[in-house]
């Protein structure tokens, strides 16, 4: 036998009459975008650019577009389809390869100028994404720049 008291059966009652609830959300308000909006993202990409040397953290690029970390990273990725640490190591990586390429600096002194701590540190990323060393692809990047008619396949180590 169950007890229900007048209370129970009101809020079973109130329930009855209440909209069914639709489709689950992500917590983003109704017209809202779950992307970062572009004069944000430009104004992100812009500032890791600039300051590649730097070491950036997730609460200045967040505190940037007036967002907390969290939320800034979720938005972040998906507007970009890479977290902002990937984002920023793939833009030193690209900083280092126009540098490499360029044949004036110092490996160690390239490290630094884009962004990382050593040149180990940047050795081992830079192989990690690209698949070469710097010492390597400096020294492809010399070979195929002076080739009349280099293409993408010049780098193709497998022939």
């Known amino acids: 036998m169950q007890l229900v008291t007048p209370m129970a059966e009101a809020d079973v009652k109130s329930l009855g009459s209440m909209p069914e609830a639709g489709p689950a959300t992500t917590g983003v ?12 993202l430009r104004r992100v990409t812009q500032y890791v650019q600039a300051n590649l040397q730097r070491e950036l953290r997730l609460a200045e690029l967040s505190a940037l577009v007036h967002m907390s970390p969290y939320h ?6 998906r507007s970009t389809g890479v977290p902002p640490h990937r984002f920023l190591v793939g833009c030193r990586i690209d900083a280092a390869r126009a540098l490499l390429a360029a044949r004036t600096a110092p490996i160690a002194e390239i490290s630094r100028l884009v962004g990382f701590r050593t040149p180990s540190h940047f050795t081992t990323t830079f192989r ?3 698949g070469t060393t ?3 692809y ?18 193709d180590v497998s022939r």
């Open 72 to 77: 800034f990273a979720r938005l972040f990725k």
């Open 29 to 40: 308000a109704e017209g809202a975008s779950s992307e970062l909006p572009a004069c944000r």
């Open 138 to 155: 400096r020294s492809r990047a010399g070979v195929d720049s002076t080739a009349v008619g280099a293409t993408a396949d010049a780098f």
């Open 134 to 136: 710097p010492s390597a």
């Open 128 to 130: 990690r994404i690209t």
